[in-house]
């Protein structure tokens, strides 16, 4: 999607030109699942796929935004004057949430805009929609408003939105990897510390490839909200007499060694995908720094694994692709990626099987499941910017 296309786009909607034209990424995560509230390291990249959106200042305090992906939702309009939660302004509380973050921090812009928006990310898909809207409106108010907030304070605003705006208690990982997205770069980020570095997605031969398993989800309906409460009780507990502030702060070891604080079957469960994940996601990033592809594709199917016994959070379909993708010809690893329950799972897979892959796992997974699967190649890209005429 091109300057041009958006453009056309946006003069059927609002009869003029735009002004801009923004484009922000989706995300994927190679490894480092359900470890970002829990003080561990997660791995993500942007990616091509994401979020357009064509652009007008207004000089009055309003604003009008049209999605070409919710087409149903009509024109949405809202004011400056009241950016609360509205649950008929559908996904515009997206911009209205950020607005009114960055409102409460007394940052706050004093005209509105027409917006429309095209997205190429699946809908439901788990690569973070989400995410990329609000970072989307953060590019927005950066370049189109001036604001003076650098990415990783307007990456603290995404997650504020979500925690706060909408009430869903995640973690920082999805707005981080796309507002500071580089292209052919993943980033271990510290999520306790928010330090993070960059690392060469050196993959060779290999390719990342994205399976959808089409499974709609929704987060705020999922069970993502109680497997935090699990993971904070098991905290509590092991606090009881370890100097700790989260699992992120424990090795495989000294977990083993203490679960017995925890003295409940399924917290156990929660706590140890939360502590063994954060450790594999490092040794991932240095097996990657070493160029060790087939470690770090162990790592990823045993990063799945996990995901699947201990933390529960897979599921029939995302289990058929993975399993699948396992047993293909030039296959490293496979692994769910983002919160489970439906969405997307990603493949280290050999470029020159991809074909053969995807039509391979495609037809289990049909036969399986009912209905097809989509395949896309991963390609790692810069976060959120302007696209020039």
């Known amino acids: 999607m091109d300057f041009a296309s958006l453009a056309t786009e946006y003069q059927e909607k609002f009869d003029v030109t735009p002004q801009r034209v923004f484009f922000s990424p989706g995300r994927i ?3 480092g699942e359900y470890t970002d509230f829990n003080g ?6 942007a990616i091509s796929m994401g979020t357009y959106a064509a652009f007008s200042a207004r000089d009055d305090r309003n604003f009008r935004v049209y999605s070409a992906n919710v087409p149903n939702a009509g024109m949405l309009t809202f004011s400056l004057d ?10 515009a509380n997206y911009l209205k949430g950020m607005l009114f973050e960055l409102a409460k921090q007394n940052l706050t812009i004093d005209h509105g805009f027409d917006l429309f928006v095209h997205g190429n990310l699946p809908d439901a898909s788990g690569l973070s929609s989400s995410a990329s809207m609000e970072m989307l409106m953060g590019e927005i ?20 939105v979500e925690n706060d705006y909408f009430g869903l208690n995640t973690g920082i990982m999805d707005q981080f990897a796309i507002g500071m997205g580089k292209k052919d770069q993943a980033i271990l980020l510290d999520t306790n510390t928010l330090d993070y570095q960059y690392a060469p997605l050196a993959l060779g031969d290999y390719v990342v490839v994205i399976m959808n398993t089409k499974k709609r989800r929704e987060l705020t309906d999922s069970k993502y ?3 935090r409460a699990q993971c904070e009780e098991a905290l509590r507990r092991l606090q009881v007499k370890l100097d700790i502030k989260t699992l992120g702060d424990l090795s495989e070891d000294e977990f083993d060694e203490n679960a017995y604080l925890i003295n409940d079957d399924i917290l156990i469960k929660r706590a140890r995908h939360a502590v063994f994940e954060n450790q594999r996601t490092l040794k991932a990033f240095e097996a990657l720094q070493a160029n060790d592809l087939k470690r770090f594709g162990h790592l990823v199917n ?13 599921g029939k379909e995302l289990d058929t692709l993975v399993e699948t993708a396992w047993e293909q010809p030039g296959v490293l690893g496979a692994r769910m990626t983002g919160a489970g329950f439906g969405g997307c799972a990603i493949a280290l897979v050999k470029k020159t099987n991809v074909d053969e892959f995807e039509s391979a796992v495609g037809k289990v997974y049909e036969d399986t ?16 910017k302007e696209i020039q005429a």
């Open 29 to 31: 995560n190679l490894i």
């Open 40 to 45: 561990g390291h997660v791995f993500p990249a």
């Open 82 to 91: 009241d950016l609360k939660f509205d649950k008929a302004d559908n996904w």
């Open 141 to 160: 108010l950066h370049a189109g408003y001036g604001m003076q907030l650098d990415e990783v304070e307007m990456v603290k605003v995404g997650q504020q």
């Open 225 to 227: 909200n109680e497997r």
């Open 302 to 314: 045993a990063s799945h694994v996990s995901l699947h016994y201990d933390f529960a959070v897979t």
């Open 369 to 384: 499941i009912g209905h097809p699967a989509e395949f896309y190649v991963a390609e790692i890209a810069d976060g959120p």
